[in-house]
């Protein structure tokens, strides 16, 4: 079974995707921040969805503790400071070392979509 690790200050936010994951097959963890987890579940994630608050500067502050922690995981960026999903290879994804970056108004076929063009649907 695939694992996602959800990590998010917005405790709501955190509840609707552990659902849309669950409810899709995969073994869901969540937190506000990846300091909040025991080692042992952050190796053993396959995708981390990241709450990018800042998508410039400070992006990197946020997403360099997370590639430590779950170094084997693909990343996606979750931001509200998107106004759209970008398409998976996109360039302000690679720039920041991510896999993919939805806006924080995704839907779940949006999500799951992106997940299973990652190679990660269970």
């Known amino acids: 079974m695939l ?3 959800i990590l ?7 509840e609707l995707l552990s659902e849309w994951l669950a409810e899709a097959g995969y073994r869901v963890g969540a937190a506000a ?9 952050t190796e ?4 981390v969805l990241v709450d990018l608050p800042v998508l410039r500067e400070g992006a ?3 997403i ?5 922690a779950c170094a ?3 990343l996606v960026g979750l931001s509200s400071r ?3 999903s970008l398409p998976q290879r996109s360039g302000a994804a690679r720039a920041l070392g991510l896999d993919g970056l939805l806006a924080k108004t995704c839907t779940r076929e949006e999500l799951l979509g992106l997940l299973a063009r990652l190679g990660l649907a269970p």
């Open 44 to 47: 053993e994630v396959d995708v």
């Open 8 to 14: 998010d200050e917005n405790a709501l936010i955190r």
């Open 33 to 41: 921040h990846v300091g909040a987890l025991p080692p042992a579940l």
């Open 3 to 5: 694992r996602a690790l």
């Open 72 to 74: 084997r995981a693909r």
């Open 60 to 62: 990197q502050a946020v």
């Open 82 to 84: 998107l106004g759209a």
């Open 64 to 68: 360099a503790p997370v590639r430590r």
